[in-house]
């Protein structure tokens, strides 16, 4: 079992927080996207200038190329999800009222709960890549580390003249533990965009 620092096991209770109070849209395998078309939309989201205060549910969908039904009942706390290969779904979470204030997260989930997927599949944007993509927009890269020195999670900073305070925490894990170099890989697991002082 690996080892879990302090931020990665808040980060998780968050993140199940947020989903049992969402409202879902499943999507049916057939209408499928990819991990690097996803993460380039996510990009894009970035460019905009969006805080999680004043985006919609209906606007992130759009953004990553999907097609929801305008929201209902409590608009706090929501997603919708995907399929995205036989192991590995993604889901989108927009939380207005959380604890550390409005959030808006990306994250992808192994279908099994609990196991410990490789992540070939879903690292066609591998965790450099993403980096140096938020970093050309603009954004300020650092990173954290937690007990005996093991990653924690990168934070990016939108530091643009029109920033509107967004930063983007990433977590990431190793893309599979079948060797060192693999293990070493890191993939994006999850990345939540949250506003600077909320």
Not at 5 to 23: G, P, V, Y
Not at 171 to 194: F, M, N
Request: aromatic share 10%; charged share 20%.
């Amino acid at each position: 079992m690996r080892n879990q620092n302090i931020a990665d096991r808040l980060m998780l209770a968050l993140f199940l927080t947020l989903l049992s109070s969402c409202k879902t849209v499943e999507y049916a395998p057939e209408s499928r996207t990819n991990q690097s078309k996803i993460l380039t939309a996510f990009l894009a989201l970035a460019e905009t200038n969006f805080t999680p205060a004043g985006i919609t549910l209906e606007e992130a969908a759009s953004a990553l190329g999907k097609t929801i039904e305008p929201s209902m009942g409590d608009s706090t706390g929501y997603g919708f999800g995907g399929e995205l290969t036989k192991d590995w779904n993604y889901g989108v979470g927009l939380e207005k009222d959380s604890i550390i204030g409005p959030r808006f997260e990306l994250s992808f989930t192994a279908k099994t709960p609990g196991a410990y997927m490789p992540m070939s599949d879903i690292c066609q944007m591998d965790f450099d890549d993403f980096a140096s993509k938020l970093e050309g927009i603009g954004f300020q890269h650092s990173r954290h580390y937690g007990q005996h020195g093991a990653l924690g999670w990168d934070s990016f900073t939108d530091t643009r003249p029109q920033s509107r305070g967004l930063i983007i925490d990433v977590y990431t894990r190793g893309e599979t533990e079948e060797s060192p170099d693999k293990a070493g890989h890191l993939c994006v697991q999850s990345a939540v965009a949250i506003e600077e002082g909320k």
